[in-house]
């Protein structure tokens, strides 16, 4: 974990470029789906680092309630910031795949698309939390227990629109593993990768700023 | 602190959220207004000779922002006499604080609906015990999710308005497991979150 954020960056930018270039040139096109099923190599891989991002937030949040460590609190905010633009990223692509496979831009059939649409409700309200409390050992506290509440709702809310729906999503997983070819199977990692070595560099990114942000108002306050 | 002193703690508690209610009459009376009024206006809202499931959806809604009703108001008082601070002083378990006012707004819910659900059956299409089973399991999950939330959005500036948003995600999978009648569902969300916020509440309310 302990890249550098022009190493870092750099990883990332050889990664999505060599996963542009396999998606558009080495991977075979869908007999089903034709072209348009290329845009799965981005939105499958954006929607797990979308659950990353969360799922790293909450863990950081879990850290700040135990080990009372104000940076845990940051970053756990930062994480969750990550994971709703990836959320919104998700949203977009899968409505873009949804109209080019089902003709329609929004299918409340499609589990994936409602459950992050759900989330991306949930998590936004998380801003308005942390953005309403005064800063301080209270809001961190409350910002850690909304951010653990949201991973525990990711599996509460995926059986209960389960539950609510038909299932027309195409499943890509299920108890036999991928089901895709090898060539597939490959892009798609590579694929993987690279989002989620742009996650780590925008988190790293962020997470600076942030920090600087902080420094700066600290060195004012000792000014002034 | 754990056992007779426990229940204790949280019968009092609870016994005190009551008593306010029962003097100052404030939330129980608006709650049901606003359920009575939110059904009249179903009815209007609805085409003639709609289905049973299209008003049993509708039901769900109006508990749901009923509930929010209730527990917009359940953190009122505590904050804006400063008593939060004193219960928080007081030497007892902070969950029992959350358990206590749990009860509270669960006791609200049920006598909301115990006029809510009547009404219901008459102006629409009935009811049968499955939604009644479901709305009170339903209760359950509200009151504990809902308590928690509360908690946390009296803490921000714009209290009213913070509540919702934060709640109604949360309602999601209720009104999914509430419209299915999906009974095992609704147990297993109130386990899960009834859990989580008898852990968490410590924090929620905690300065340091």
């Not at chain 1, 308005?128 to 990711?154: D, K, Q, T």
């Not at chain 2, 609704?186 to 008898?198: K, N």
Request: aromatic share 14%; charged share 10%.
């Amino acid at each position: 974990m302990h890249l550098s954020l022009p190493a870092l960056a750099l990883a990332c930018t050889g990664l999505i470029g060599l996963a542009l270039g396999l998606i558009f040139f080495y991977a075979p096109t869908d007999g089903d789906q034709g072209f348009s099923q290329r845009i799965f190599y981005f939105h499958v891989p954006i929607a797990l680092t979308s659950y990353v991002c969360f799922g790293w937030g909450a863990w950081k949040a879990l850290r700040y309630l135990r080990k009372r460590d104000e940076r845990a609190d940051l970053e756990s905010y930062v994480a969750i910031h990550q994971g709703v633009m990836f959320g919104a990223l998700t949203l977009v692509t899968g409505s873009i795949w949804a109209k080019a496979s089902w003709g329609v831009w929004w299918s409340w059939s499609e589990n994936q698309l409602v459950l992050f649409l759900v989330l991306f409700l949930f998590y936004c309200a998380y801003f308005m939390l942390r953005f309403s409390v005064e800063p301080g050992p209270a809001r961190a506290n409350m910002c850690a227990v909304y951010a653990l509440f949201g991973v525990v709702l990711i599996p509460v809310s995926f059986l209960a629109i389960r539950l609510s729906q038909k299932f027309i999503h195409p499943v890509v997983f299920n108890a036999h593993g991928p089901q895709m070819t090898g060539s597939q199977f490959f892009v798609f990692c590579v694929s993987l990768a690279g989002v989620l070595a742009l996650f780590a560099t925008l988190y790293q990114v962020e997470l600076a700023g942030k920090r600087l942000d902080a420094h700066v108002r600290e060195l004012r306050e000792l000014l002034t | 602190m754990i056992g007779g002193g426990y229940a204790a703690d949280v019968g009092a508690l609870a016994r005190k959220d009551l008593l306010l209610e029962l003097r100052a009459k404030e939330t129980l009376p608006s709650m049901l207004l606003f359920v009575i009024a939110a059904l009249t206006i179903f009815h209007f809202a609805l085409p003639h000779g709609t289905s049973h499931a299209a008003a049993l959806g509708l039901l769900w809604a109006a508990l749901i922002f009923t509930a929010l009703l209730g527990l917009t108001r359940a953190f009122v008082a505590e904050r804006e006499q400063g008593m939060f601070d004193a219960l928080v002083l007081a030497p007892c378990d902070r969950s029992a604080i959350w358990l206590g006012k749990a009860l509270a707004v669960l006791a609200f819910l049920v006598a909301a609906e115990v006029v809510a659900l009547p009404a219901f059956a008459a102006f629409f299409s009935g009811l049968d015990g499955r939604t009644v089973a479901a709305v009170a399991l339903a209760d359950v999950g509200i009151a504990t999710v809902g308590t928690l939330f509360g908690a946390m959005a009296v803490a921000g500036r714009a209290r009213e308005l913070l509540l919702p948003l934060l709640f109604l995600p949360m309602a999601i999978p209720i009104v999914v497991g509430g419209v299915g009648g999906y009974l095992w569902f609704l147990a297993l969300y109130d386990a899960i979150f009834a859990v989580l916020s008898w852990a968490a509440f410590e924090y929620v309310v905690s300065e340091t």
